[in-house]
């Protein structure tokens, strides 16, 4: 009777591995697909602009040719980011092509150094910052996060420490996408209140987009590191609330990647 109930016991603890597991996936996917739109959106809707001549689509946060400047550049390297930088937490391509991976590794910390950067440069620069002050905080706090991350998953690589570089790495992950979880986060509220509530859309300032402008990174690392307690210390309940909460996410992602995707990328390629 003993020996029935540990094998039910360790079959419940099984199942449970394997829904946190696939509910991570799910997740991921969903990102990644959303992220690979907003990449399809800029490139042909920015890109093609560019190409032609047409630099209106475009306007300098400080009003002068170098913010211009700074921003196109800002704008190529935010689609090496969400590109190619999902090809890094893949295990497959980990595991089967490692040349590529610390090929693409250091493109990806190479483009991010500079992306943050200049992104600083255009925080800095704007004469009023959409968000207004709360927004200015919010994103100087992002870079030194993105910044110490990228370091730290670095360092951890060069030890050859790959757990805890895989761990940064994804934490990285989270915080360099901001800014499409800022545009999701943004369309789900929308069309979960059937439109604009605790904000201005016309000075886009308000009690939400202050949250917003910190919840962009902050929320994502909470679930990241509420998935890693749920992989490795958590019991089987634990493991059950944490898929059941990936999954949720997962859902208002999606609400927000259609979203996005049906108002604001694909009416403009």
Same mark, same amino acid.
């Given at each position: 009777?003993?020996?029935?109930?540990?094998?039910?016991?360790?079959?419940?603890?099984?199942?449970?591995?394997?829904?946190?597991?696939?509910?991570?996936?799910?997740?991921?996917?969903?990102?990644?697909?959303?992220?690979?739109?907003?990449?399809?959106?800029?490139?042909?809707?920015?890109?093609?602009?560019?190409?032609?001549?047409?630099?209106?689509?475009?306007?300098?946060?400080?009003?002068?040719?170098?913010?211009?400047?700074?921003?196109?550049?800002?704008?190529?390297?935010?689609?090496?980011?969400?590109?190619?930088?999902?090809?890094?937490?893949?295990?497959?391509?980990?595991?089967?092509?490692?040349?590529?991976?610390?090929?693409?590794?250091?493109? $990806?910390?190479?483009?991010?150094? $500079?992306?943050?950067?200049?992104?600083?440069?255009?925080?800095?620069?704007?004469?009023?910052?959409?968000?207004?002050?709360?927004?200015?905080?919010?994103?100087?706090?992002?870079?030194?996060?993105?910044?110490?991350?990228?370091?730290?998953?670095?360092?951890?690589?060069?030890?050859?420490?790959?757990?805890?570089?895989?761990?940064?790495?994804?934490?990285?992950?989270?915080?360099?996408?901001?800014?499409?979880? $800022?545009?999701?986060?943004?369309?789900?509220?929308?069309?979960?209140?059937?439109?604009?509530?605790?904000?201005?859309?016309?000075?886009?300032?308000?009690?939400?987009?202050?949250?917003?402008?910190?919840?962009?990174?902050?929320?994502?690392?909470?679930?990241?590191?509420?998935?890693?307690?749920?992989?490795?210390?958590?019991?089987?309940?634990?493991?059950?609330?944490?898929?059941?909460?990936?999954?949720?996410?997962?859902?208002?992602?999606?609400?927000?990647? $259609?979203?996005?995707?049906?108002?604001?990328?694909?009416?403009?390629?």
């Amino acid at each position: 009777m003993n020996e029935i109930a540990l094998n039910n016991t360790l079959d419940f603890n099984l199942t449970a591995n394997k829904t946190l597991n696939v509910m991570a996936k799910f997740w991921f996917i969903a990102a990644v697909i959303g992220q690979w739109f907003m990449v399809y959106y800029v490139v042909v809707h920015y890109g093609g602009s560019i190409l032609t001549g047409n630099f209106d689509v475009l306007e300098s946060p400080n009003g002068q040719t170098s913010g211009l400047i700074a921003l196109i550049g800002h704008v190529a390297l935010s689609v090496i980011i969400m590109g190619l930088g999902p090809l890094q937490l893949i295990p497959q391509i980990r595991e089967k092509a490692p040349k590529f991976h610390r090929f693409n590794g250091r493109l $990806f910390i190479t483009t991010i150094f $500079f992306g943050s950067i200049i992104g600083l440069y255009l925080i800095w620069g704007y004469d009023k910052m959409p968000g207004g002050m709360s927004m200015f905080i919010a994103m100087n706090l992002m870079v030194f996060l993105i910044l110490s991350f990228a370091i730290i998953a670095v360092r951890f690589a060069i030890k050859r420490d790959i757990k805890q570089h895989r761990k940064w790495a994804l934490r990285l992950f989270m915080v360099v996408n901001s800014g499409w979880f $800022f545009r999701v986060g943004l369309m789900a509220w929308l069309i979960i209140n059937n439109g604009a509530v605790g904000f201005d859309p016309e000075t886009f300032e308000g009690p939400f987009i202050i949250v917003l402008a910190f919840a962009q990174y902050l929320l994502p690392l909470l679930l990241l590191e509420a998935y890693f307690w749920g992989r490795d210390k958590a019991d089987t309940v634990g493991k059950y609330c944490i898929s059941a909460l990936l999954c949720i996410a997962t859902i208002v992602m999606s609400v927000g990647i $259609f979203g996005a995707i049906m108002s604001m990328w694909l009416p403009n390629v």
